[in-house]
């Protein structure tokens, strides 16, 4: 087991945004953790993975993003909608993953880099820097120093994961990864869903807590902060502007739930009101009741925002789309 210990030192500064952190984790924990906001839940995923990609500079919109994720064809470059697929396949492991495992955190680059990288899922063997034109602004690492490193990195975490707030230790993960710069590709992408993923093991609501956009927004910000991190020996500032990304996505995640609660209650109250629990019925009767023509509004606006929230249930739930389906109120 190592010594190593990260240098990091936590602020007051910290501290007050952790604190905002736990209040808004409460309030999301009123929604059911978002169990019943599927759209929702979709929707930040489908965001998680376009603003990762896009800040290592993958040209896809968010609705071409949203296609290739749904396999509809997407005309862009073959390698942009590779780490697309890739990216999805990644993120639908976040429950299968142990952050605590090397062997996990290569069987995941595996994944997020299948088809692009020779090395998938292996450490680099060659030196890495990053570049800004022609000119080397950080140079990673001897790649003969990275498996001592990540053994390091994680023999840490292994020791004070029970000691060290997931917030203050995810973040600390995110730039000591950064700094190793591990693997020959993917690893931006591979330390915010790392990042996603410890706290997603602490609070299941972080599966769907789009990190990755607030980053987007503040790019320039990110990579100015890990340079000076680079410069200061230590990851303090990092630390600060990671709880502040994670807190101001939680505050729009909840104005979000609060906005989307508001829009379905009407429609769902309306439709509450004309359905009983006892009588299961027909989608034609249902609309017939509340004087609809159009099954797609029906469906959009008013049956599956209530079957989300578990106030309608179908009478066949294995086959939803069944001709003879009907539904009752729960």
């Not at 990190?211 to 790019?219: H, N, T």
Request: hydrophobic share 35%; glycine share 4%; aromatic share 10%.
């Amino acid at each position: 087991m190592s010594d190593y210990i990260p240098p990091f030192n936590i602020s007051n500064e910290m501290l007050e945004c952790i604190s905002n952190i736990m209040e808004k984790v409460g309030k999301l924990n009123n929604f059911d953790n978002l169990n019943r906001m599927p759209r929702l839940r979709r929707n930040s995923r489908i965001r998680s993975i376009h603003s990762s990609l896009a800040i290592e500079a993958n040209s896809l919109s968010l609705n071409q993003v949203k296609d290739v994720i749904d396999g509809k064809l997407v005309l862009g470059e073959q390698r942009e909608i590779q780490e697309v697929k890739n990216a999805y396949n990644a993120y639908e492991e976040i429950d299968n993953i142990d952050p605590y495992k090397i062997s996990d955190l290569k069987k995941i680059h595996g994944i997020m880099s299948y088809l692009i990288v020779e090395d998938s899922g292996k450490f680099r063997n060659n030196p890495e820097g990053v570049f800004d034109g022609d000119r080397c602004i950080f140079m990673a690492p001897s790649e003969r120093m990275v498996p001592e490193l990540m053994d390091n990195l994680f023999d840490w975490m292994i020791t004070e994961k029970n000691k060290i707030h997931p917030l203050i230790l995810s973040s600390v993960f995110h730039y000591e990864f950064l700094f190793i710069h591990p693997f020959v590709d993917c690893n931006g992408r591979m330390a915010r869903l790392w990042q996603n993923t410890i706290l997603a093991k602490w609070k299941p609501l972080f599966k769907y807590v789009p990190i990755e956009s607030r980053i987007k927004q503040y790019q320039d910000e990110y990579y100015k902060v890990i340079s000076k991190c680079n410069s200061d020996g230590n990851s303090n500032s990092f630390i600060e502007f990671m709880l502040k990304m994670i807190d101001e996505t939680l505050e729009e995640l909840i104005t979000n739930a609060e906005s989307q609660i508001n829009y379905n209650s009407i429609y769902v109250n309306k439709l509450l009101e004309v359905m009983e629990s006892d009588f299961p019925m027909t989608a034609n009767e249902i609309m017939e009741k509340l004087n609809l023509k159009s099954k797609e509004t029906f469906r959009k606006n008013y049956m599956d925002p209530a079957i989300d929230a578990g106030f309608v249930k179908l009478e066949i739930p294995d086959k939803p789309t069944s001709k003879n389906q009907r539904y009752y109120k729960a």
